[in-house]
């Protein structure tokens, strides 16, 4: 049985039981990779430090606030479809597919190049999920994870400028 089945809610959306199972148990898995992600972004900015402390403070606190829209948006798709939003910190906890981002972590380099191997990730599934609505003909779903994946592909960009030169 999915996460999604046993709390299926009724909605007027026309999309059949078959195929907005599989799309709210992939924006659930996509929440909690989201949601995780958000976690290691604030965990960066709380505890970044160096020559560049203010710059990536603010940076990340920025890409953070974008996270936090994303899994509003992705956790209210879920609900629209009938499903219910799995989005507690345990739950993002025990299913997410993001790395785990070392505690111990302070040097402002060695915190963007993890979150840009964090972000990469992020991008390759939501791309997967792109596909994956597509398939079960889910325009909307697909739309959303398209949006995300542009503006983290761009937080991408950001990121990775700050290792080059």
Known sequence: MSMATATELETRIDIPLCSREPMIDLLNQQLAD????????????WNVKGMKFMSLHVLFDDLAANFDRYA???????????????GTARLAATNSQIDELPIEMTDGKEFVVAMADRFAA??????AAIKRAEDENDAVTADLFTEITREVNKSLYFLES???G
């Open 162 to 164: 700050h290792l080059q």
């Open 34 to 45: 989201t949601f995780d992600l958000y976690s290691q972004i604030k965990q960066a900015h």
């Open 122 to 127: 992020y991008g390759a599934s939501s791309r």
């Open 72 to 86: 509003d948006d992705i956790a209210e798709r879920a609900t629209a479809l009938g499903g219910l939003a799995r």
